[in-house]
C-alpha cells in the first residue's frame, strides 16, 4: 500500500531535550516536505527537499534540522525544542504530479 | 513573501445547502493552486489547478481558477454531515524542478443534519 509513514504518532517531551520525527514514503516520490499545523494558522512549511542531500527552508525552519540521505526518509530534527514547537507535524511526498500524499501526524506537545 | 488567504474562516449550513469556498493568493512564480480537505487526520488531496477558467469537477465538488483575479473557488453542492472537515487551499510557487507550497489557514465547514 502507498504511503507515508511517521513515527512517534505522539510525543511529550522537555525543552531543551533533542528528539527526532522520523518519515518515509514507499512511493519512490523524489519530494518530500515538512509541516507544522496549529491553529488559526493552517499548514506551515517547515523545510522541503527535491531529491537525496537537496533539502531547502520553507516558511518556518527556525529551530529545525532535516537530512535527506536516502530517496525515502526525510527526518525532521529538533536540537533544543523549546515550548512553541508545540505543533502538528506532518510529513508529506509528491512525485512529478506534484500531488501530495500526507503521513498521518505527529502530535508533539513541548514542556 | 507568498500568502494565501481563504474565506470564510468558519462555515455551518445543513445538509443539502450548497457552499462556496474562496481562495485568494499572492505568489512569485504561480505553478498550480492545490485544494485538500482534512478530516480528523491528514490532508487528502482533492484538485489541483494550473490553467485559468477550467473547471476541475469530481462529484458534488468542484473547482475553478482565476489566474488574472488570483483567486479560487470550491463549490460543494447538496452539502452533506461528511462533508464536514476543514478546507485548505495551497499555491506552489515555481522554485527549480518542484514548487514550494505555501497553505491558507483553511474554512472549517460544519453541516448539520
Known amino acids: 500500500e502507498a504511503q507515508v509513514t511517521q513515527n512517534p504518532r505522539y510525543l511529550i517531551t522537555v525543552t531543551g531535550k533533542k528528539l527526532t520525527v522520523t518519515c518515509s514514503q514507499n512511493?519512490?516520490?523524489?519530494?518530500m516536505s515538512w509541516y507544522r499545523q496549529d491553529p488559526g494558522l493552517g499548514l506551515r512549511q517547515i523545510y522541503y527537499?527535491?531529491?537525496?542531500?537537496?533539502?531547502d527552508k520553507g516558511d518556518v525552519p527556525e529551530g529545525y534540522k532535516v537530512s535527506r540521505k536516502e530517496k525515502r526518509n526525510f527526518p525532521l530534527i529538533l536540537e533544543s525544542p523549546s515550548p512553541n514547537q508545540t505543533s502538528l507535524y506532518f510529513c508529506?511526498?509528491?512525485?512529478?504530479?506534484?500531488?501530495?500524499?500526507f503521513g498521518p501526524g505527529t502530535r508533539l506537545t513541548v514542556l | 513573501e507568498d500568502k494565501v488567504v481563504q474565506s470564510p474562516l468558519s462555515l455551518v449550513v445543513h445538509e443539502g445547502d450548497t457552499v462556496t469556498l474562496n481562495c485568494s493568493y499572492e505568489?512569485?512564480?504561480?505553478?498550480?493552486l492545490l485544494w485538500y480537505k482534512q478530516e480528523k487526520k491528514a490532508p487528502t488531496f482533492l484538485f489541483m489547478l494550473?490553467?485559468?477558467?477550467i473547471e476541475k469537477k469530481s462529484g458534488r465538488l468542484s473547482s475553478i481558477l482565476d489566474k488574472k483575479e488570483l483567486f479560487s473557488i470550491l463549490n460543494i453542492t447538496a452539502t452533506q454531515t461528511g462533508d464536514s472537515a476543514i478546507y485548505l487551499c495551497?499555491?506552489?510557487?515555481?522554485?527549480?524542478?518542484?514548487?514550494?507550497?505555501?497553505f491558507g489557514q483553511g474554512t472549517i465547514l460544519t453541516v448539520h443534519p
Open positions: 505568489v512569485t512564480n504561480f505553478r498550480s
Open positions: 494550473t490553467s485559468s477558467g
Open positions: 495551497a499555491v506552489e510557487a515555481a522554485v527549480t524542478s518542484y514548487g514550494k507550497l505555501t
Open positions: 508529506a511526498s509528491s512525485g512529478r504530479d506534484n500531488e501530495q500524499f
Open positions: 527537499s527535491m531529491n537525496v542531500e537537496v533539502t
Open positions: 512511493m519512490n516520490h523524489e519530494y
